[in-house]
């Protein structure tokens, strides 16, 4: 890797190598204190079931299932790490690669389909999960964030000092969002407001085709301290680390002390969408290079060393990983069709003479059709 | 901060100003937000005195970001609020474009109507005021042909203290277009008006008006050019001409319906607006009225607006602004068809 720029690796919070092997951290380490064995089984199984999730989603795009897919391959440990720090009353604004954030907030994974099957523009309620929609335009919901995260400061759920009641809000990007002047925005916009946000930025190296070193010539995290916002790099491939970075990020927007940008530094193993590909512009030594990083291996090599990887739950595993592969598919495969007239519906709150009369219009153009109704001349 | 009740004479920058006040005591979710509007209270003085009385936590001054200003608007909405953001000059919408229209305008659209974002975003627009370059657009149709946003402009003192309120009250996100040039203007304002009427129990937001009825010709404006249609109007009726005017309101939703019984009534169609012709407003009049009157219009609908040209310096602005001659040209060519 390089050793300067924003390619560099240094500096980075970690507390678990690749090999698996535990890492102290002075400020980091009690934050993860309290993280048992079944805690990180229950981490490791999220990322698994993710990675089963994301390849299904893969496949089913290479059926014709899907129009496109965005991977989360090899971002497992940035997006469980983060998400399973999230208290139930925090609020998240993802893009739209953040599969396992969405699994840790109780989405059902399914319904990430349905916005790339082409059937609907979003697929699930936020206020179920406090998890917005996916934000296509990149860094465009950074924005939305901070603003969120101001309406909490007003509602007074912030800086209560009660666990239950207290806030936080967290945007996701990539490391091509932070060149936006929307992520900027928000920078300075939850800066000067002291908005209780977490900017968590996963610098995955790529993208589509650019590398970081097209969007700065800094660590990405060296940015932060020019908005006054604290900033932290972190292994996004240490689902510990990336626990415990954000729980401090966490603690700091409930607590009233302001936004924090974290550089979780990952890789997209994968390509940027099912519609890519990489071999055209990156080495396949770097692609292995990275394969020895796998934020799943050193969490099962951990979990192993300690003993704390019985047979049974892998098996266990595996099946579950089988179970949900069909289940997906077999939910894809039932999604449907909508009905043609429903693109009218909801631009609007209410009557809209425009809307309507132009909805009137085609379904008296579509009922025109011999045999009538929806849909009868295609 | 007592609240002003009946009827006052007041120019229609104070009448947004009073409407703007009315909506800060009715509603605590309301918010304003934008640039120089907190202590200076705006470059138009629009949001005068409303900070010291409503506080800096509900009149924000904001960094000087237009992107940021709705993105962050939007993020209140999604957490219940309503913001009102100022967009100090027309010609500085554009960085807060993206937002707008990507996410402002279908956010309800694609959450399948979970999420309403109910922000005002009020634009003093249009020129004659001898401003610099930048100072004296017309965007508005750009935000019209963008599914998911209303866009209205008030013409008169009255209108403006009514439909900001209605505006804030939308479920939807609404672009206020300002006429600048009128913020000086006084009319007549009845401080008690009914935002929403008691029988029909509509806003009439939705709506345009016949501000002055006739039987010859229908000119049809909105905004800036409604009260030099009604001169226009005038100088007609001095040569027996009679020409009812219709002061269009809101562009999205555009009333057609009420320009077409009009244009039944008279045979006859000008349509005026600031913003250069190609693509504007009067042509999506005229296409409709086409469709709608065919069969009694006595002469094509004739559009009155800007060139297809940058708006130009201000020492040539009254030559490109459709002004009471030109106005006056178009009708002659209407009538002499």
């Known amino acids: 890797m390089s050793q300067t720029g924003p390619l ?3 500096g980075l919070v970690q507390l678990l190598t690749p090999a698996g092997v535990r890492l102290e951290h002075p400020d980091y380490s009690p934050r993860i204190a309290h993280l048992d064995a079944e805690a990180l089984r229950g981490m490791y199984r999220d990322m698994v079931l993710v990675r089963r999730f994301d390849n299904e989603a893969t496949a089913l795009q290479r059926q014709g299932e899907l129009g496109l897919w965005a991977q989360s391959l090899g971002q497992e440990a940035a997006q469980i790490g983060s998400g399973r720090a999230l208290a139930p009353q925090d609020y998240v604004f993802p893009s739209y690669r953040e599969h396992g954030v969405a699994h840790t907030r109780g989405v059902d994974l399914a319904n990430l389909l349905r916005l790339f099957r082409g059937i609907d523009h979003g697929g699930w309620n936020p206020a ?35 666990p239950e009641r207290d806030m936080a809000v967290v945007a996701y990007f990539g490391d091509g969002a932070t060149s936006q002047g929307d992520v900027n925005e928000a920078l300075v916009f939850s800066a000067v407001n002291n908005a209780g946000l977490v900017l968590f930025c996963q610098n995955n190296q790529w993208a589509i085709s650019e590398s970081t070193t097209r969007q700065s010539r800094a660590p990405l995290a060296d940015r932060g301290p020019g908005f006054g916002v604290p900033s932290v790099r972190v292994d996004g491939n240490d689902v510990l680390a990336c626990y415990a970075v954000t729980a401090e990020a966490l603690e700091r927007a409930r607590s009233g002390g302001g936004p924090t940008l974290i550089e979780a530094f990952t890789y997209r193993m994968g390509a940027h969408t099912t519609s890519d590909d990489p071999s055209r512009y990156r080495s396949a030594a770097e692609e292995e290079y990275w394969r020895q990083r796998d934020p799943i291996d050193r969490v099962r090599a951990l979990l192993a060393a300690e003993g704390e990887l019985p047979a ?8 579950d990983s089988d179970a949900l592969g069909e289940r997906i598919r077999a939910a894809v495969h039932a999604m449907g069709r909508p009905s043609t007239s429903s693109m009218f519906d909801h631009v609007y709150a209410g009557p809209n003479a425009i809307v309507d009369a132009e909805r009137a219009w085609f379904q008296e153009y579509e009922a025109s059709f011999l045999g009538g109704g929806e849909g009868a001349h295609r | 901060m007592s609240t002003t ?10 009448a947004i100003n009073l409407g703007l006040r009315r909506a800060l005591e009715s509603d605590p979710k309301v918010l304003l937000m934008g640039e120089d509007i907190g202590a200076l209270g705006g470059v138009f003085r629009v949001t005068d005195g409303l900070h010291k009385d409503f506080g800096a936590d509900r009149v924000v001054d904001t960094p000087l970001a237009e992107s940021g200003i709705i993105g962050t608007a939007i993020g209140l909405a999604l ?42 975003i009020r634009v003093p627009y249009g020129g004659g005021i001898g401003a610099i370059e930048h100072h004296s657009e017309s965007p508005e149709v750009l935000f019209a042909h963008t599914a998911g946003l209303r866009v209205v402009s ?17 479920p939807d996100p609404v672009l206020f277009f300002e006429p600048k040039g009128r913020y000086w203007d006084k009319g007549d304002v009845d401080l008690d008006a009914p935002l929403v009427d008691t029988a029909s129990g509509e806003t009439g937001l939705d709506r345009a008006v016949v501000v002055r009825p006739g039987t010859d010709l229908t000119l049809v404006g909105y905004g800036p050019t409604v009260g ?3 001169k226009v109007a005038d100088a007609a009726a001095a040569e027996g001409t009679s020409i009812e005017v219709v002061d269009l309101r809101t562009l999205s939703p555009l009333d057609a319906a009420t320009v077409a019984a009009s244009v039944q009534r008279t045979g006859r169609c000008v349509v005026v607006h600031e913003a250069p012709v190609l693509y504007g407003a009067g042509a999506e009049v005229a296409a409709r009225i086409t469709e709608e009157c065919f069969y009694h219009l006595q002469a094509p609908v004739l ?10 310096v201000s020492k040539l602005e009254h030559e490109y602004l459709p002004s009471l001659d030109r106005i006056l040209d178009a009708v002659d060519r209407s009538l002499a068809y």
Do not use: W
């Not at chain 1, 179920?128 to 101001?150: C, E, K, P, Q, R």
């Not at chain 1, 309406?151 to 209560?160: A, E, I, N, Y």
């Not at chain 2, 009740?5 to 104070?14: D, E, H, M, P, S």
């Open chain 1, 8 to 10: 560099t690796d240094s």
């Open chain 1, 128 to 162: 179920d999960h406090n998890f917005h929609l996916y934000t296509l335009v990149i860094g465009s919901h950074t924005l939305h964030a901070t603003g969120y995260a101001m309406g909490v400061q007003r509602d007074g759920l912030v800086g209560t000092g009660d």
């Open chain 1, 312 to 319: 049974e739950f892998e098996a266990q595993l595996a099946a």
């Open chain 2, 5 to 14: 009740t009946g009827t006052q004479r007041i120019t229609l920058a104070k």
């Open chain 2, 79 to 120: 957490r219940g609020y309503r913001s009102v953001c100022e967009i100090q000059f027309d010609g500085f919408i554009y960085p807060a474009f993206d937002q707008i229209t990507t996410q402002l305008s279908r956010m309800h659209y694609r959450s399948q109507g979970r999420l309403s974002l109910p922000v005002v």
């Open chain 2, 154 to 170: 008030p013409s008169t003192p009255a209108d403006a203290y009514v439909m900001i309120q209605q505006a804030v009250a939308s």
């Open chain 2, 228 to 230: 030099t249609c009604l």
């Open chain 2, 303 to 312: 559009r009155v607006g800007g060139f297809h040209i940058p708006y130009p």
